[in-house]
């Protein structure tokens, strides 16, 4: 058993809560033990009492009391297949010591959730460790079946400015879609509110994000503004669009809700757009038939963002996935008909 002592917190390890702090300087204490020499008094910072959530700042002193020698009963991970170990290092499409970026292919959900076990990026991160200390953190998110790039954080301090970029919206994401018809004005920018109603499993399967007038989202409880860009890039007659979009906020199924509330879904969205409503040529309708694939034909293109690190900006590209890739083909577009940032024009 230690003694008390009293540790300053680092500047390295700033912003960082309690409870995290104490298991990364004495892995032998468990979550359990902190939590009772939180609610005992015995763990104080700065003299004062605190919680195991408390945020720790740069030169704060921390009183720890007597520790336990030995070691807490260490918590296996899931064991990664050498198969899913290999899958998601191959979606990496940069690295460096701060940063990590996927080109996330559809049908894998970034985080646990119902039906997902333990197979979604962020118990897969654990392949991702490469030289670091610890497994990259998720900064944001994409739907399970929306592909294309995703970014993760090497380091607690790049997660910390990342997530602060994305909030402030100071990130640029640029989505590629193909909608049923042709959304006019070719440019144009969508404004509805965004509320969620309840799925009806037990863990709320099936929820769906339901479109609230602007002039309305005030007086809707639980509704958020959110605002998209939509830029029209090629067609096919009347039955189906390429669109860039991109997102000013970040909803839960933003665009996937607002391009069906303007009357163009995205083909293969099922929830949005009807399951079972094949497009005949009239715009409406989230299944063009024929050779196009049924899957979600939405994809996270292009992400533009300041380095945590170095602060220089850096734009990370991502290919198609294959089911889009082949629609692509079909339709005889290719990758470099489009510029890279239609929307630039209006920053």
């Known amino acids: 058993m230690s003694r008390v002592q009293t540790v300053t917190v680092a500047p390295d390890e700033a912003d960082q809560r309690l409870d995290r702090w104490m298991k990364k300087r004495f892995p032998q204490v468990s979550q359990g033990m902190i939590e009772k020499f939180c609610r005992k008094g015995e763990i104080r910072v700065e003299g004062g009492r605190v919680k195991s959530a408390t945020r720790l700042e740069v030169g704060q002193t921390v009183r720890i009391p007597p520790l336990p020698d030995e070691a807490a009963p260490v918590i296996q991970r899931t064991r990664i297949s050498d198969a ?46 490469f030289d ?17 790039v ?8 790049a997660a910390k400015a990342l997530t602060a970029s994305m909030r402030h919206r100071e990130t640029r994401k640029i989505y590629w879609a193909i909608v049923a018809g042709v959304p006019t004005p070719y440019l144009g920018e969508v404004r509805y509110g965004l509320v969620k109603a309840g799925g009806h499993g037990k863990g709320g399967e099936g929820e769906k994000m339901i479109a609230v007038h602007p002039r309305d989202v005030d007086s809707t409880p639980g509704a958020k503004r959110a605002h998209s860009l939509y830029a029209t890039l090629f067609r096919v007659g009347s039955r189906a669009s390429w669109v860039a979009l991109e997102p000013i906020t970040g909803r839960t199924h933003q665009l996937r809700a607002h391009m069906a509330e303007v009357g163009h879904p995205i083909v293969g969205d099922g929830k949005y757009g009807g399951s079972g409503q094949e497009n005949l040529g009239d715009g409406w309708g989230a299944q063009l038939g024929g050779i196009i694939s049924k899957k979600l034909h939405l994809h996270a293109r292009m992400m533009r963002f300041e380095h945590p690190h170095t602060r220089k900006v850096i734009t990370i590209t991502a290919e198609l996935p294959d089911h889009m890739a082949h629609s692509w083909e079909t339709f005889g577009w290719t990758e470099d008909l489009a510029a890279e940032d239609p929307f630039e024009s209006l920053q």
Request: with cysteine; net charge positive.
């Open 84 to 129: 899913d170990a290999k899958m998601i290092r191959n979606c990496v499409i940069y690295r460096d010591d701060h940063v990590i970026a996927l080109n996330k292919p559809p049908g894998l959900a970034v985080q646990g959730g119902s039906g997902q076990a333990d197979r979604h990026v962020d118990a897969l991160s654990d392949a991702l460790i």
């Open 132 to 148: 670091a200390e610890e497994k990259p953190r998720l900064v944001h998110r994409l739907d399970r079946d929306t592909s294309g």
């Open 150 to 157: 995703l970014l993760l954080a090497r380091t607690r301090l």
